[in-house]
């Protein structure tokens, strides 16, 4: 790593900035953390960055392989923060772990010692902090009621703009503050708003080095975040500068940390110049910035100038998409370019609005060419948004970036006529509300100055244009689609097929089967998706919408031979995990239940059978004898989804299929009283109303299973007799 020696005096400055050296933060931690082994909170809490040596970790959570912290502090003028990545740690949290202790410490500290603290406008945290010994709080109604004496409690994204300069002025004047930020909580629901310029949180304690990002915080232990969880040097933005600029790092952690944090920040940073983004333009304008990622050549740890150049870049694109941005280079890699000679034109698409979610133009916008959308009068108020490009994943946190990590973007269409030049460019959408309201049901809008994409369409195209023309048709992308499934592949995967026809009706059969078992009917308001990537967010594929997969297997999603005669057990799981009913799977048995529809669809659209998968493999039955053999415990049984599920499968040898789809449609019908309330619940419905159905005694097959079960569920489920199938109990049964 090259080492920038021009920028040795900038930070040098950056980190005496605070004046301030590691002693007082080591008293200060060493005061908020006494007596506290492990924090905890309600919720999914975010993270809180140190971006400036004033500033401190006080908890680390992790995040991917690097750690960033979950509660942090900073001294802000002559005042002092506590800040934690989740409102819930003053409220469920206080009587978890050590969490009402961390409080009353950190009051203290903030404080100085006293214990008064004054909770803005929230009677949940002032009742929960009440009930702390040692801490003395009350709700005001107003800042006008704050004193000196006290430590004020607030949630700043609740406050409005012009009380941020009055909480401010507090703490800069020697008060305390205990604060709380959830950053990818703030995201979801701020309508598309900048946490770098639009979040209170961070405008307020920005610049006393506390920001709020969209990570998560991960839990470190089954208890919560532990603080004696280790938190390297370089989770503070300042330290991993300083290290970043003098080069030399050769220790994958250390970079890898270094990488996490300066992203990071880098992403959340306000505009306005400070040392710290001052210290990260120059890396982001240095030599080393112009390399770009591929799948043959990944952006690595140690390239951490050409990261923060896409950072930097990503962050001031969606902070403007709809100016007219120019093509990255990147974007040849991926989605990539059509043909320069491909024509351009106009087209005119119809939608449906009473088919939400994504609708498929079937054309394709090239890399930093402005695209034109025209709206009828008055669709402007309809809520419609255009989408260019397919991925949803965001690989911003990934160690290795084999594409630049943001390639996608959504714009309003709340004009009559909007233009968007994408610098990634990619296949261009439509995204319809959920519910819109308009007297007609059906809106054709013009598209300019986009390229025709290879689009097969059931029931509006034959597979004799398919063969003809459409294949052929110079595009990266292609989407065959129908109104249950839709396929997004590369083109290139593509160009040999020959009936799309038939690999339609392939996976809506597979689409249709997993409503059958779910007790969904078959006919749905908008399609399932599938849509390929060099590089996904999340495991090898995941579900949701659309179901991402990489596009290494993107040739066995259009094998229809292959499918017929093998299946695919990763693409039925993705799927199935769409189809997934939360009141029929408890904890330990998400990654169970889902492959209901797996083996299902194996048995029924490839006549393979349960026994003939990987469940009829030696290995099960080895692992449920170790299980047995090192105390059948359940927490072991829900770390296994193959142990689990063997169980479920046994269930299924012993009273088939129809015994499953009764089951799942009777849940189906409950009305919200009947619903199970919480785990326990979930359990003892699966066993009585199983027991029911089969006319056998499921709780004996829980019990020797140690599937927790209520005596109440193990009384209903007596009336039956005990199963005679052998089967359930092999090997279990003690």
Not at 187 to 203: D, I, M, P, Y
Not at 528 to 553: K, N, S
Not at 716 to 724: L, Q, W
Request: with cysteine; net charge positive; hydrophobic share 45%.
């Amino acid at each position: 790593m090259r080492k920038y020696g021009r920028m040795a005096g900038l930070i040098g400055c950056l980190c005496a900035s605070a004046g301030f050296g590691a002693t007082w933060q080591d008293e200060a931690r060493d005061a908020v953390l006494r007596n506290v082994r492990a924090i905890d909170s309600g919720g999914a809490p975010g993270v809180v960055l140190c971006t400036g040596s004033n500033a401190f970790p006080l908890v680390g959570a992790a995040c991917g392989q690097a750690v960033q912290p979950v509660a942090a502090a900073s001294r802000y003028g002559q005042g002092r923060v506590v800040a934690v990545g989740h409102p819930s740690f003053y409220t469920e949290g206080v009587a978890k772990a050590d969490t009402a202790v961390f409080i009353r410490n950190a009051v203290r500290w903030l404080g100085a010692g006293q214990t008064d603290v004054a909770v803005y406008r929230d009677k949940a945290v002032a009742r929960a902090l009440a009930g702390i010994e040692g801490v003395s709080a009350r709700e005001i109604p107003s800042l006008d009621a704050l004193t000196a004496r006290d430590v004020l409690a607030v949630y700043p994204d609740r406050l409005k703009v012009e009380e941020v300069e009055r909480v401010r002025a507090f703490v800069t004047g020697g008060g305390g503050l205990l604060a709380a930020g959830i950053g990818w909580g703030w995201q979801q629901v701020s309508g598309g708003k900048s946490l770098a310029t639009e979040n209170l949180f961070n405008r307020l304690l920005g610049p006393a080095g506390l920001l709020i990002n969209a990570d998560l915080a991960t839990r470190t232990a089954p208890e919560g975040y532990r603080t004696d969880h280790a938190i390297p040097a370089a989770v503070n933005a300042a330290e991993a500068v300083r290290l970043a600029v003098a080069g030399g790092v050769a220790d994958r952690a250390v970079l890898r940390q270094i990488n996490h944090t300066l992203c990071a920040a880098r992403a959340v940073l306000p505009p306005q110049p400070c040392a710290l983004s001052d210290a990260l333009k120059r890396l982001a304008d240095s030599p080393e910035a112009s390399k770009l990622p591929s799948p043959d050549a990944p952006l690595k740890a140690g390239d951490i100038a050409a990261r923060l150049a896409l950072i930097g870049y990503q962050q001031a694109w969606l902070a403007k998409p709809l100016d007219l941005w120019p093509a990255h280079p990147a974007a040849a890699v991926y989605p990539g370019l059509p043909p320069r000679d491909a024509p351009r034109g106009k087209r005119v698409v119809a939608v449906n609005l009473d088919v939400p979610r994504w609708r498929s133009t079937g054309l394709y916008a090239a890399a930093g060419e402005a695209v034109t959308v025209d709206l009828p009068a008055g669709a402007e108020t309809l809520g419609l948004k255009l989408r260019i490009g397919t991925t949803t994943c965001d690989n911003t946190r990934h160690d290795e970036w084999r594409r630049a990590p943001k390639v996608d973007v959504t714009v309003p269409l709340n004009a009559s006529r909007v233009r968007v030049a994408s610098p990634f460019g990619g296949l261009v959408y439509v995204v319809v509300p959920d519910k819109v309201e308009a007297a007609e049901r059906t809106v054709r809008i013009t598209l300019q100055n986009v390229c025709q994409a290879v689009w097969f369409k059931k029931g509006r195209d034959t597979a004799a244009a398919w063969r003809a023309s459409i294949r052929a048709l110079p595009s990266p992308w292609a989407e065959i689609e129908s109104d249950k499934v839709i396929l997004t592949v590369p083109a290139d995967t593509v160009r040999a097929l020959d009936d799309p026809l038939a690999l339609l009706d392939f996976w809506e059969r597979i689409a249709d089967q997993d409503a059958r078992l779910t007790g969904l009917p078959a006919e749905r308001r908008s399609p399932e998706r599938f849509c390929a990537d060099v590089q996904l967010c999340a495991g090898w594929m995941h579900a949701g919408y659309p179901i991402m997969i990489p596009t290494v297997t993107a040739p066995e999603l259009v094998n229809l031979a292959k499918l017929r005669e093998k299946g695919d057990w990763g693409f039925f799981h993705e799927l199935g995990h769409n189809h997934q009913n939360g009141d029929w799977t408890f904890q330990g048995t998400g990654e169970v239940t889902v492959n209901f529809f797996t083996l299902y669809n194996l048995e029924h659209a490839c006549g393979i059978p349960p026994r003939k998968t990987r469940m009829g493999e030696a290995g099960i039955q080895k692992a449920v004898r170790k299980w047995v053999a090192e105390g059948k415990s359940h927490e072991a049984w829900c770390r296994d989804p193959f142990l689990a599920l063997e169980v479920f499968v046994r269930l299924q040898q012993a009273y088939g299929w129809q015994a499953f789809e009764r089951l799942f449609a009777e849940y189906r019908t409950l009305d919200p009283a009947q619903r199970p309330k919480h785990d326990a619940d979930k359990r003892d419905q699966w066993a009585v109303r199983l027991s029911r159905i089969t006319g056998h005694n499921i709780a004996s097959v829980f019990d020797a299973w140690q599937i927790p079960l209520t005596e109440a569920a193990r009384a209903a489920c007596a009336a039956f007799p005990v199963p005679t199938d052998l089967r359930l109990f092999a090997d279990v049964r003690e």
